[in-house]
């Protein structure tokens, strides 16, 4: 049974309807990517997973618990954690602040207090910056505090959407090592990329979206050499 | 530490805020100052009340409201009609006027804080005008002459008092949990709902609070002059009230505190040129907008830029160490 399961997602944004019967499942502790272009509806996927958004038909399960119509509030505390699109921080706060905002629905502080931990671990750069104004962080910093944010709620399941945008290459590989970290300490991870062989790379499975719908899935290996992939999103 | 920075600097600011109230109350009571300077005394109170609550809606949650005279109307009325009507003492019609003032704050705050930026505005602002013409044609509590008559019970010591409990709630409420969460509201709206923020909930929030204090200065407003009159709620109010807040920097309160003061005080000085008064408002908010955008205090506190300064050797960033 998948830990995540969509079942026939359509949303709309007024009449444009951008996905168009998405039916896709994430597996326990695996990587999973969706890639696609531009419009895609990579994003929206995501939005749709962590109730910024609402389909108009289908499911969605998280171990096997509807999450459909439910609020935001409710599936950050079921466990998922969305880092968004443009990282969003708040950037009149300090990072600790940040931080802290991440883990606003868990009450327990001393499990807060060692999570936070744990995240400095993964971002020591983050640690060296803490009472900095979030706003004065470099490109990559503020993608490493929204994802070091996105997992201060303890996620099962993390959705992170374009974490390389905007980013250097070498910042590029640095986020994607931290990435395979998250996953190695048993963070269940669904990717967002434009950058599909740093994702397909990483991944365990993929999908990729085509205006509104998935048109192939497969083991990202597999997927990483198949012809038509090449051809449309690695380059040749 | 946090806490104890933060009680050492609730020790310092009851302090301060003592002998200012010694020192008022002392050239009060010895009739030193003329009754005109009493009056604006009172009025200062009154609009640091105001600003500093209108300031959590606008400063601490980014949002945009313009109707606090609105609320300012409903807490002045009721507290009225509660004195002469039903001869409540003082403090339960004070209380009752910011009671009522709350609860339509609330229910005008769920439907409307779906709106953002320009459309909440409006909203806020014709909601401010529906107050006031409901209120004049209202025949049994004044309608367009006003209700004249109210006890004039509210002296500067309740002022003064009043002023001190609102501040000292809206700071608590700025520093504790439900404050960080209007904050990254204000900072990413999207970004707080997917941390599993209930945004809307945390709009009505701020927006209620808010609206209890204008409620609160409506009474002691009326309480004040005996009188209660449609046209001492226009928008106009709102809109002195939201200069305020802006002159003192969007999300400090000690801004707003700042801000009351200057404007009051020029409003006071140009009494006798009313005609005037705009112009010096306009010429402060474009100065004011090419040298300090942000406002006089920024969204920092005052007191923290005071000790940061002296804490880090003039590091103006107002984030004095927080240590852990």
């Known amino acids: 049974m998948p830990m995540l399961q969509l079942e026939d997602i359509n949303v709309y944004y007024g009449a444009i309807h951008a996905l168009k019967g998405i039916t896709l499942s994430v597996e326990e502790g695996q990587i999973v990517s969706l890639i696609g272009a531009n419009g895609a509806g990579k994003t929206t996927t995501l939005r749709t997973i962590s109730g910024l958004l609402r389909s108009k038909t289908g499911g969605i399960t998280f171990f096997d618990k509807p999450l459909q119509k439910k609020s935001a509030e409710y599936i950050v505390c079921s466990g998922i954690s969305h880092c968004p699109e443009g990282r969003r921080i708040f950037a009149n706060m300090t990072v600790s602040e940040n931080l802290e905002m991440g883990a606003f629905t868990r009450k327990d502080k001393k499990e807060v207090a060692a999570t936070l931990k744990t995240v400095y671990e993964h971002f020591p750069r983050l640690k060296e910056r803490m009472f900095q104004m979030a706003g004065t962080l470099s490109g990559g910093e503020q993608q490493m505090l929204a994802m070091g944010r996105a997992l201060m709620s303890k996620p099962k399941l993390l959705l992170l959407d374009e974490p390389s945008m905007g980013l250097a290459p070498l910042l590029v590989k640095e986020i994607f090592t931290i990435i395979k970290e998250i996953h190695e300490i048993g963070t269940t991870v669904l990717l967002v990329e434009q950058n599909a062989r740093m994702a397909l790379s990483i991944s365990d499975y993929a999908y990729v979206l085509e205006t509104g719908k998935i048109s192939l899935q497969g083991e990202a290996r597999a997927l990483s050499e198949s012809e038509d992939v090449k051809k449309a999103y690695l380059g040749g | ?324």
């Not at chain 2, 990254?184 to 945004?199: H, L």
């Not at chain 2, 008064?277 to 010429?283: D, K």
């Not at chain 2, 908010?285 to 942000?294: A, D, E, H, K, Q």
């Not at chain 2, 205090?297 to 880090?312: A, H, P, S, T, Y």
């Open chain 2, 1 to 324: 530490m946090m806490i104890k920075r933060l009680r050492k600097q609730d020790a310092i600011f009851l302090l301060i805020s003592f002998v200012v109230f010694a020192v008022f109350q002392f050239l009060i009571s010895e009739r030193i100052l003329s009754s005109f300077w009493r009056l604006n005394i009172a009025v200062i109170c009154l609009n640091i009340i105001l600003a500093s609550s209108l300031n959590l809606i606008n400063g601490i949650t980014g949002q945009f409201s313009l109707g606090h005279a609105g609320f300012m109307a409903v807490g002045a009325y009721v507290s009225a009609v509660c004195t002469m009507f039903f001869h409540l003492p003082f403090i339960c019609s004070i209380l009752a006027g910011a009671a009522a003032a709350g609860v339509l704050g609330f229910c005008i705050g769920v439907p409307t804080l779906h709106l953002q930026g320009d459309y909440l505005a409006i909203a806020t602002l014709g909601m401010g005008e529906i107050i006031r013409i409901t209120i004049l044609n209202i025949p049994q509590i004044g309608g367009a002459s006003g209700m004249s008559g109210i006890p004039t019970e509210t002296t500067f010591t309740w002022l003064f008092f009043c002023m001190i409990v609102t501040l000292f709630v809206l700071k608590n409420i700025i520093n504790s949990n439900q404050g960080r969460a209007c904050l990254s509201v204000r900072e990413n709206d999207i970004a707080a709902s997917a941390m599993g923020i209930n945004t809307t909930e945390f709009k009505v929030f701020a927006f209620t609070v808010a609206s209890i204090f204008a409620g609160l200065a409506g009474g002691l407003f009326s309480h004040y002059f005996g009188i209660a009159h449609p046209s001492s709620f226009t928008f106009m109010r709102s809109f002195d009230i939201m200069t305020m807040v802006v002159l003192g920097g969007l999300g400090s309160l000690s801004g707003s505190i700042i801000g009351a003061v200057i404007l009051t005080f020029i409003a006071a000085v140009m009494q006798s040129y009313p005609e005037y008064r705009m112009i010096v408002y306009a010429l402060l908010l474009i100065i004011l907008m090419l040298y300090r955008p942000n406002g006089i205090c920024g969204d920092k506190e005052l007191v923290n830029v005071i000790l940061g300064r002296f804490k880090k050797g003039g590091k103006n960033d107002g984030t004095v160490a927080e240590n852990k």
